[in-house]
């Protein structure tokens, strides 16, 4: 783009940055000592410095856990998770910013998801996560709405 096509061989014409090279500097880590070579000496491609790279995802563990802190400062708050659908809670983070979760869709759905294991079914996903983050037991009944405090 802007450029002169190439008249002779061996000329190169560079368009800028395509989705190719966005993935090649990206994921320089994974390429072999060949690819490194012609993308460096060749290509003239470079790695792509880290405050260009992409944070990493979050696992559905951190963010069940996100949204089980929410929970609890719910139900210090009020007492019990009597959660309207709709409701929004804002959690401070440990770094100072202010993060929201939809913490009425998510009892809900955990409330939804311990109802269709039963109650003689197998462990729920959220129930074996509050045993394994050391919780007692006892919250996973209130969250579910089947402890009352």
Same mark, same amino acid.
């Given at each position: 783009?802007?450029?002169? /096509? ?5 000329? #190169?014409?560079?368009?800028? =940055? &395509? +989705?190719?090279v ?5 994921g ?14 060749? /290509?003239?491609?470079?790695p ?8 990493? =995802? =979050? $696992?559905?563990? %951190?963010?069940? $856990?996100? @949204?089980?802190?929410?929970?609890r ?6 007492g ?6 709709k409701?929004?809670? $804002? #959690?401070?983070?440990? %770094?100072? +910013?202010? %993060?929201?979760?939809?913490? &009425?869709?998510?009892? @809900?759905?955990?409330?939804? +998801? ?15 996560? !509050? #045993? !394994? ?14 402890? =009352?405090p």
């Open positions: 783009m802007g450029e002169a /096509l190439p008249t002779e061989a061996g000329e #190169v014409v560079r368009q800028g =940055r &395509g +989705r190719w966005q993935s090649v500097r990206l320089w880590d994974q390429l072999t000592g060949v690819q490194l070579w012609l993308c460096e000496q060749a /290509l003239g491609v470079e792509a410095p880290e405050e260009e790279k992409p944070k990493p =995802r =979050r $696992t559905q563990a %951190d963010k069940w $856990t996100a @949204n089980l802190a929410a929970a400062q719910f139900f210090e708050r009020e019990d998770l009597k959660v309207p659908r409701h929004v809670e $804002t #959690v401070l983070s440990e %770094d100072g +910013r202010e %993060d929201q979760y939809r913490l &009425g869709v998510w009892v @809900n759905n955990q409330r939804s +998801r311990d109802a269709v294991a039963g109650a003689g079914g197998a462990a729920v996903q959220s129930r074996d996560a !509050v #045993v !394994v983050m050391g919780v007692v037991v006892i919250a996973a009944g209130y969250l579910l709405g089947r402890l =009352r």
